[in-house]
């Protein structure tokens, strides 16, 4: 009776770890998915019009009132990206759901803002700025070559 009773309490314990685990799993998706919803209405949305010739002519005019006003303006919008890609970094997100969203559009949106993210780290010995958003694009770049 006693081995019973063990035995149903192992499988409790067991039942309650794979429940435990999938309702985490679920439970990141979900905040995912509603990061990203927020990041495409606030940030990706209006990137749209940006392209890499923009971004090295707003750098190499920054003395203008409105390329600086534009280049406050971008680096505002990477900063937000930044702190989207802190989350898939440290595990808060799922990177699989970021890639299935959105993962080829980040890769080449880092393309096109690539210029403002040199300049802003041009002074530093290693580029600190905007570091977990290279990070994600490296990461997602990677799941691309395997494809």
Excluded: W
């Excluded at 009132?65 to 919008?77: M, P, S, T, V």
């Excluded at 993962?103 to 949106?109: A, D, E, K, T």
């Amino acid at each position: 009776m006693e081995i019973v009773s063990i035995i149903i309490a192992v499988i409790s314990a067991v039942f309650s770890v794979v429940t435990y685990i999938k309702t985490v799993r679920h439970e990141k998706r979900k905040a995912t998915i509603e990061a990203f919803n927020s990041l495409q209405n606030e940030v990706l949305d209006k990137f749209v019009c940006i392209s890499n010739n923009n971004a090295k002519i707003i750098i190499e005019n920054l003395d203008n009132e409105q390329c600086k006003e534009a280049y406050d303006d971008q680096r505002a919008l990477i900063a937000r990206l930044e702190h989207f890609a802190v989350g898939v970094n440290k595990h808060i997100y799922d990177l699989n759901i970021v890639n299935e969203l959105a993962g080829i559009h980040l890769i080449l949106l880092y393309a096109k803002i690539k210029p403002i993210i040199d300049e802003v780290n041009r002074n530093e010995q290693e580029p600190i700025h905007y570091c977990h958003f290279t990070k994600l694009v490296g990461d997602l770049t990677k799941k691309h070559k395997v494809k």
